[in-house]
């Protein structure tokens, strides 16, 4: 049989319990998932690459259908590379699709054998994301519920003394 390998791409900076959703349903359809840290020089991001890695590796653990890695330059060269033809996102909401769909097109002109695969995000997370998660901790607000027990404390220990 052969392997379908999903890529989730992002920026993960920090990965969410709505990210860690759309990972874990990936596997139900995908023989394996590669959560792909994107390393984007022109976002300004609260963790580095590596404490973004080792966050995402101490959350999903051990699980030899789930790779962690980066990637730098064209996502469906990546893509390409990783033997894979799938790209997974996830979808909170409307507003989320029109940019996605734009990207999905411009990824799929590149590379026609690359399709983008859209996976809505389970209702209790469809209000999440980083950025939002980022802010109510730099205001000491309650975290717990939002990302993982590791992601907490690292969000933390960041804003401990701003």
């Known amino acids: 049989m052969k392997s379908h390998i999903a890529i989730y791409p992002g920026s993960f900076d920090p990965i969410t319990n709505g990210h860690l959703d759309i990972i874990h349903r990936g596997l139900e359809v995908f023989d394996e998932v590669v959560v792909a840290v994107a390393r984007n020089s022109t976002k300004n991001s609260l963790f580095s690459i590596e404490e973004r890695l080792e966050m995402i590796r101490a959350t999903v653990g051990d699980n030899p259908r789930l790779r962690v890695d980066t990637f730098q ?14 790209i997974l996102r996830g979808l909170r909401a409307v507003s989320d699709f029109e940019y996605e769909f734009q990207i999905a097109q411009m990824n799929h002109t590149v590379r026609k054998e690359v399709e983008t695969l859209f996976m809505m995000t389970s209702v209790p997370y469809g209000y999440l994301s980083s950025s939002v998660v980022k802010e109510m901790a730099a205001l000491h607000g309650p975290i717990d519920g939002f990302v993982p027990n590791a992601v907490k404390l690292a969000l933390e220990e960041k804003f401990r003394n701003r």
């Open 73 to 86: 330059g064209l996502l469906v060269d990546y893509v390409v590379a990783s033997g894979s033809r799938v």
